[in-house]
């Protein structure tokens, strides 16, 4: 096999996993012929990019293999607080952190498209404090509310999105006093099973930050806008029908 043919062979398996959303066939195949045609100028390059593109479908492999196994636990656990239609078609599940300043600005973009989707997406959040203990604590705190007293928990959750930076004990102290949950503050074995088990996750999935999303076995990291979160949702749905 000729240099030229064996990128595009290697190309063409690496863009099943990272193909970006409603890319066009055409430009694609472009890209692969035009990065061939750089190799085929530069053959000392081949050995390394053969190398790198193996590795790194070998981990998707792998990535798959963790999806597949956690699959429940992921999508079908009435444990994680959820918004939206729980038979939605498009299920997004989102890692996030209540003192990440990020994952506070990319949930009202949540919010508004489960508010204009109500019958097509679902959205889980997953706690993954990555912070410091003031994380945790918040995670637990949140994890409790759904599990014990579900009818506060929106109102909990908005309270601690709406705070600016970290939270910490005083934080956490002042919501639960506004909201009568204070006695959901202390710790607890199941929350501190979910937590764990998500942050097992996030690793195994090879992320990074918060947020990060998953939508089937489509990975997406860091703050996306609305738009962008609707895009992905009518490609999803156009798969769909």
Not at 29 to 36: E, L, P, V
Not at 64 to 69: A, D, G, I, N, P
Request: with cysteine; aromatic share 8%.
């Amino acid at each position: 096999m000729n240099i030229k043919n064996l990128f595009i062979s290697l190309f063409a398996s690496l863009l099943v996993f990272v193909a970006p959303v409603n890319a066009n066939q055409d430009t694609r195949s472009q890209k692969i012929q035009d990065i061939a045609d750089m190799l085929q100028s530069h053959p000392e390059l081949v050995d390394s990019l053969h190398s790198n593109l193996q590795a790194y479908i070998e981990q998707q492999g792998q990535l798959k293999e963790v999806l597949t196994h956690n699959h429940d636990y992921l999508y079908n656990n009435d444990l994680q607080p959820s918004i939206g239609n729980e038979e939605a078609p498009v299920t997004l599940v989102v890692f996030t952190d209540y003192s990440c300043p990020w994952c506070k600005k990319f949930d009202p973009e949540l919010y508004k498209l489960v508010e204009n989707n109500p019958d097509t997406v679902r959205v889980i959040n997953l706690y993954v404090p990555l912070k410091e203990q003031s994380s945790v604590n918040s995670a637990s705190y949140a994890l409790n509310v759904w599990r014990e007293k579900r009818s506060s928990y929106e109102e909990v959750h908005q309270l601690m999105v709406a705070k600016p930076g970290a939270h910490n004990l005083n934080s956490i102290s002042k919501v639960a006093k506004n909201t009568n949950t204070t006695a959901l503050m202390n710790a607890s074995m199941k929350s501190d099973e979910l937590i764990n088990k998500n942050l097992e996750l996030f690793r195994a999935l090879g992320m990074r930050g918060t947020p990060a999303m998953l939508i089937g076995d489509e990975m997406v990291s860091g703050y996306l806008d609305y738009d962008k979160l609707q895009a992905i949702v009518d490609d999803k749905l156009s798969k769909l029908n």
